[in-house]
């Protein structure tokens, strides 16, 4: 008996399931107190490490709406975390008798498979530090589909900070895989992150090109923008602007902006002279039929006066966050028609065997819950190798691989490296550490 089904990623769920979901959203939003018998009975537990509103309250209205049950620890600095009690033990104990389904937040990447991995009930992702949002990132998508009609072939630009909002990386991995395209124009410094982009490429086919953002006027002014299409274009890499390579975007169906995430900002993060959008701004060429959307809450990036334009859909935007979330918790307790698709195939984890933890980044859970977290991997290419941290899914720093059966060291693109079995690989990030592994240098041809 296959165990719950949990939604940690956005990649955890089909297109097709991710349209029944609208399709179901789009059902509750016409009648919201109609659907009181559909999770009779059962409760959610809503686990948030971390400051919540509209995530929360509309999980817990969209239960309760269902006719189903929440308990809430929404302030985990004043429950046995506070005492030192692993993510890992509160989800065996809130998933034993306590709960049927479970809402986490998390500061921790990763934090959500994690608690997957020790969870007897479906877990559902609120929010995993910097790493993803699939459930806002559902509303965002059904937000544009109730707008647009459709998400194939829309022009999207994504404004303010990309580097650290957990909501733009769920965002952009699934407006990719609908066919949508992307205009990035950050906060100078805030850029989207190497690893999205690089996901992006090698998943989605989607090259990133220089774009000719001049139509979007002031919303563009301070940032270098960037166009990336799931479509690859030829030798768009090629292009340079000397060579009229830029990609000109003369129309925009929806413009996302995000608040800057300070919360998560290093020593040399700034939030100085961040975008402030109003109706000046948005008066540009490109920029009049484009709807404005914000996963809110906001600071100044948005005027308040702005609130009156009819292009503000951000309120529209959190309150669909209730059917929406109807339509998951219905889907993942079983309780919805539902025509599942199989399950996206999740590549197969592996303990590390040797060595530090590789894992680069230091906000993964496998830095911060070490006790029931130890570090693992999972294989994205054999030649040459290629893995990313089992949890947060950043590409682990190899510049040796070799096997715990046989003392020898090679480099990832070696014939011998490809021909050791995945699990029983060993990384080593430089010769110096591989040699007081008691591991020798070998070329590997």
Not at 88 to 93: E, G, I, L, M, Q
Not at 118 to 132: F, K, L, M, Q, T
Not at 430 to 441: C, N, R
Request: aromatic fraction near 8%; include cysteine.
């Amino acid at each position: 008996m296959s165990g719950p089904r949990h939604l940690v990623s956005i990649d955890d769920l089909s297109l097709a399931e991710i349209t029944q979901l609208f399709e179901h959203a789009r059902h509750f939003s016409e009648n919201l107190r109609d659907s009181a018998e559909i999770c009779r009975g059962l409760i959610a537990a809503s686990v948030f490490y971390e400051p919540s509103t509209r995530t929360r309250l509309s999980f817990e209205s969209a239960m309760l709406r269902l006719g189903g049950g929440v308990v809430t620890a929404a302030d985990m600095n004043a429950s046995s975390a506070s005492k030192g009690e692993s993510l890992a033990d509160t989800v065996r104990v809130v998933s034993g008798a306590y709960a049927d389904i479970l809402v986490l937040r998390h500061p921790s990447e990763g934090a959500a498979r994690l608690a997957a991995r020790y969870s007897n009930v479906p877990v559902i992702n609120a929010g995993d530090g910097s790493h993803e949002h699939p459930t806002q990132t559902l509303c965002d998508l059904y937000t544009l589909w109730i707008e647009k009609g459709r998400l194939e072939g829309l022009d999207v630009v994504l404004s303010g900070d990309l580097r650290y909002s957990r909501t733009i990386h769920s965002f952009v991995y699934a407006l990719a895989r609908f066919g949508a395209n992307l205009v990035c124009v950050p906060h100078q410094g805030l850029e989207l992150p190497d690893y999205v982009v690089k996901r992006l490429r090698e998943e989605y086919g989607a090259e990133p090109q220089a774009a000719d953002a001049s139509r979007l006027g002031d919303l563009a002014s301070s940032s270098d923008a960037m166009y990336i299409t799931p479509t690859k274009p030829h030798q768009l890499s090629l292009y340079t602007e000397a060579q009229r390579g830029l990609r000109l975007v003369d129309h925009v169906d929806a413009v996302y902006m995000t608040r800057p995430q300070t919360e998560r900002f290093g020593e040399s993060d700034s939030a100085s002279n961040y975008i402030h959008l109003d109706t000046d701004i948005m008066s540009g060429e490109a920029l009049r039929e484009a709807v404005v959307m914000h996963p809110l809450p906001r600071r100044d990036e948005i005027s308040p006066e702005f609130d009156a334009d009819p292009r503000s859909i951000y309120f529209k935007q959190a309150a669909r966050g209730v059917p929406i979330r109807m339509a998951i918790l219905g889907m993942l307790l079983g309780r919805l028609d539902f025509e599942h698709s199989p399950r996206p195939h999740l590549e197969a984890t592996y303990p590390v065997k040797l060595g530090a933890n590789p894992c680069p980044n230091m906000g993964c859970v496998s830095h911060t819950e070490i006790r029931q977290a130890p570090a693992a991997y999972r294989i994205v290419s054999r030649f040459p190798v290629r893995a990313v941290c089992a949890y947060c899914s950043r590409e682990l720093n190899l510049t040796l691989v070799g096997s715990v059966g046989t003392p020898e060291a090679f480099r990832p693109d070696a014939s011998k490296a490809r021909r050791i079995e995945p699990s029983e690989l060993v990384f080593f990030r430089d010769s110096a550490e591989a040699i007081s592994a008691g591991f020798t240098v070998g070329s590997g041809t």
